[in-house]
């Protein structure tokens, strides 16, 4: 692992190689989800952005089709909600009639709310979370994966948090959902690895989200957070969403296909590095690796 103020992954040399795949953009309409599918359709994908705001995806579209020629991809705006299983269905078929067979799914979609004690927070709130950041991503898996099973090829990134690795108070639903969410990746990527698949768990740090905006609103994460400044210091830099949508980029390029089922942090991983060294890094060091964090 290398820390890097700057980004170490190769876009441009990833970029070159997206002409022709077929994205699925979660959460697509703001934050990171909108800077990724920015990103792939610049680097010349067919993107459907997907969200539960009609409004939100609708402009993540036009902002890729005002990019005119720099943005070569394709872009589609789907209003779904990933909890809906016929919705889901609905949304990759019409993907597939308009763009083509998927290649990429990115699930994105997430809440982070309730904040509290979790004796005290909404339990349909609680629960709610755990469908949007755990079923949403399963359903959207299952969706794509008999087609990119039969073409053998396809790539899930599903994207986590620190919260799936480190003790996380007053937010124990989206602390649950993501560690089940890094599980699932690894788990899914042992199913499809004899079938051309690969999956990713991406983890894009520090980024300044309408999310973030809620959660630092919030009295118990303020209290959380000062404590742990008297403790450790400043609280760790804001990333930006660029440095994610570089790693996904370098993903859906078939880069780091030896890498299927790894954490990666971009914050500190070298996702090209890593990828170069994959034979030499045991799967149980992977592992151990993710667990020290």
């Known amino acids: 692992m290398t ?10 040399s990833a970029q070159a190689q997206l002409a022709g795949q077929v994205a699925i953009v979660t959460g697509g309409g703001r934050g990171i989800g909108r800077t990724i599918a920015e990103q792939l359709a610049a680097a010349g994908a067919a993107v459907a952005v997907l969200s539960r705001t009609e409004s939100e995806v609708a402009e993540t579209v036009a902002i890729i089709e005002e990019a005119g020629e720099q943005a070569s991809g394709r872009a589609i705006a789907l209003p779904v909600d990933v909890t809906d299983r016929e919705a889901v269905d609905r949304a990759v078929a019409r993907t597939e009639r308009e763009l083509g067979p998927v290649t990429l799914l990115v699930n994105n979609a997430a809440v982070a709310t309730p904040v509290g004690p979790a004796w005290e927070v909404d339990p349909d709130a609680w629960w709610r979370t755990i469908e949007v950041n755990l079923r949403g ?3 959207c898996a299952r969706a794509v994966l008999p087609g990119m099973i039969q073409r053998r090829a396809g790539r899930i990134v599903n994207i986590v948090a620190v919260a ?8 124990s639903a989206y ?20 079938h051309g ?21 919030s009295p ?6 000062a404590g742990q400044t008297r403790q450790t210091g400043p609280a760790q830099a804001l990333v930006p969403p660029e440095r994610a ?5 370098y993903v859906a390029s078939g880069q780091a296909d030896a890498l299927s089922g790894r954490f990666i942090d971009v914050t500190v991983d070298d996702v090209a590095d890593l990828a170069r060294r994959a034979d030499e890094i045991a799967r149980d060091d992977l592992l151990a690796m993710r667990l020290r964090r």
């Open 3 to 12: 820390d890097t103020s700057a980004s170490s992954t190769p876009a441009s």
């Open 137 to 139: 991503p399963f359903l």
């Open 164 to 171: 799936a690795y480190t003790t996380s108070p007053f937010m």
């Open 175 to 194: 602390g649950g959902s993501k560690a089940g969410l890094v599980t699932f990746t690894d788990d899914l990527a042992a199913e499809t690895r004899e």
């Open 197 to 217: 698949v690969t999956v990713f768990a991406i983890r894009p740090g520090l980024v300044q989200t309408r999310m973030q905006d809620e959660l630092s609103a």
């Open 220 to 225: 118990f994460i303020q209290a959380r957070r």
């Open 245 to 249: 949508a570089e790693a996904v980029l």
